[in-house]
């Protein structure tokens, strides 16, 4: 039971030796998650903007949706996306099933949620105040939009970290519409899943610490870039 | 402050466009020579494909995709056109399953055997018995038993046997452990629960071999006949998916039958152990 030890060890390894098959692993689980924290932040912060600073009618319903679906499990969205984009689906014509873009659709969909719904809290707690003087100063609307953005441009900050953090560790998306494919679309936790099938236990905990480095360099990134401003 | 807002949007327009031309010039090269295909984890975990598919892209320059599913998951892919061909251990569904029109060719490629393994102790007392009467003492016995419980070709074949034994399948009992997982994984829970299971010898092997000799479980029943385990190469009928690469699927089909490979499978070793038999038909 020396899986820890052992695991510790063959992690420093595997980050320092440069071996392909996890530096191919890195840069998938890289590139799926950018994109889809992109995406979700594209769509996200203008929906949680909305969601957040309008009075409309709904409103709270739409809200208890929203928060709802922070609790979506990755494999029904997995089996969820798979019905649309397999060949037999709606979209199969566009071949996204065991590819980066099929597997970032799906996480966009997964922590769109988060997106919208930390912005909209974000921008919910602001001084109510901010608006008034924004349009006393003769702001117009897309003025007093990106103003109240940047007012809550932490918030925002902490709401693309989670997402990100929810991204890059989910697995069950990454296994049904990627497909773990070696070189392709195998992603740092579809692989720890690969080696805890294959009884490799202690390679699947080295991964799983690849994987803590990785969000711990994305997070100092952001600390730094926090700093600054 | 707008003029960091329009920065940081510049950025992340930067930033997709290079994603995406990275995705666009890693895709389209090989769009045309890839052969996609679902097959079960014994012939993934094992480690056999890593050592075929570099080689079926030396002789043939066609790329092999796979993706590793249980037997049942396999053939799903395959009903939904998403791979172009299938490597399973099924043989009963697999015919079903050609009949039934969602796959063509199916060719018989090797073997390996079933075996069921235990504790060392083997407290059941079944050691060296048919599997006829290792499941009824299981049964009659009420002796823990680890099932795979996830329609995989291994559990198809548990069912099988449980029938061929006279004996209804033990869903609701006790001590009747269904995992739900791999293979691997399930010879784990066995370990933990002193219960016994059925496996495929290659995974087995593998086990072995990652307790460097030293295993919880040992081989309690093998030999016998009805454990006998056939794995067959089927290609999705393109009649039915117009976009299965049937062409490729059939290289792929005869590179497996062809003499050399037939022997690579026979070296193919695993603490110095034989894991699979070919016996493809000329």
Redesign the interface.
């Known amino acids: 039971m020396d899986y820890l030890g052992s695991g510790f060890l063959r992690a420093l390894v595997l980050l320092f030796s440069g071996d392909p098959e996890t530096f191919s692993a890195v840069t998938t689980t890289l590139e799926v998650s950018s994109l889809s924290i992109l995406a979700s932040l594209a769509l996200g912060i203008p929906g949680g903007f909305i969601l957040g600073y309008f009075e409309f009618p709904g409103k709270k319903h739409l809200r208890a949706v929203v928060d709802t679906l922070l609790a979506l499990p990755t494999v029904v969205v997995g089996l969820f996306v798979y019905a649309f984009i397999s060949r037999r689906g709606p979209f199969g014509e566009m071949a996204l099933l065991f590819t980066i873009p099929g597997v970032a659709l799906a996480q966009t969909i997964l922590v769109l949620p988060i997106v919208v719904s930390l912005t909209a809290t974000a921008v919910e707690g602001l001084d109510r105040r901010l608006r008034l003087t924004l349009i006393t100063l003769g702001a117009n609307a897309r003025q007093i939009a990106l103003q109240t953005l940047l007012e809550a441009r932490f918030a925002v900050l902490t709401a693309a970290v989670t997402a990100y953090g929810r991204a890059i560790s989910e697995v069950g998306i990454s296994m049904m519409i990627g497909g773990n494919i070696k070189w392709h679309t195998r992603t740092i936790t579809t692989a720890v899943a690969l080696e805890t099938g294959k009884g490799e236990f202690a390679m699947g905990i080295a991964l799983g610490i690849v994987l803590l480095t990785l969000a711990l360099l994305v997070n100092a990134v952001l600390v730094t870039l926090r700093r600054k401003q | 402050?707008?003029g960091?807002?329009k920065k940081i949007t510049l950025f992340?327009i930067a930033?997709?466009l290079f994603?995406f031309t990275?995705?666009l010039a890693g895709?389209a090269g090989a769009a045309d020579q890839v052969l996609?295909m679902a097959t079960t984890?014994s012939t993934?975990?094992t480690g056999l494909l890593?050592d075929l598919?570099p080689m079926f892209k030396a002789d043939t320059g066609v790329e092999l995709?796979?993706?590793?599913v249980g037997t049942g998951n396999a053939l799903e892919l395959g009903k939904?056109?998403?791979v172009d061909v299938l490597l399973v251990h099924a043989p009963a569904t697999e015919l079903k399953y050609v009949a039934d029109g969602y796959g063509v060719d199916r060719r018989e490629i090797m073997f390996n055997d079933f075996i069921f393994v235990g504790p060392k102790g083997d407290p059941a007392g079944v050691r060296g018995k048919s599997v006829k009467e290792a499941l009824k003492t299981f049964a009659a016995r009420k002796i823990p038993f680890a099932s795979r419980g996830d329609n995989s070709g291994t559990h198809k074949m548990e069912l099988q046997l449980w029938k061929a034994a006279g004996l209804p399948v033990p869903d609701k009992e006790t001590w009747y452990i269904q995992t739900g997982q791999?293979m691997?994984?399930t010879?784990?829970i066995a370990a933990e629960r002193d219960a016994y299971t059925l496996t495929d010898r290659g995974t087995f092997i593998?086990?072995e071999a990652?307790w460097k000799g030293e295993p919880p479980l040992a081989i309690i029943v093998e030999g016998d006949a009805a454990l006998k385990n056939q794995y067959s190469v089927i290609a999705v009928n393109p009649a039915r998916?117009n976009?299965a690469k049937y062409d490729l699927a059939t290289k792929f089909s005869e590179w497996m039958a062809s003499a050399k490979i037939q022997k690579a499978i026979a070296d193919f070793k695993l603490m110095g152990k034989q894991l699979f038999f070919p016996n493809a038909k000329k």
Do not use: Q
């Not at chain 2, 995709?65 to 590793?68: I, Q, Y």
């Open positions: 402050m707008e960091i807002v992340l930033l997709s994603l990275g995705l895709g996609m984890t993934d975990n890593n598919g995709k796979w993706v590793a939904n056109c998403d791999g691997i994984n010879i784990n593998k086990y990652n998916c976009k």
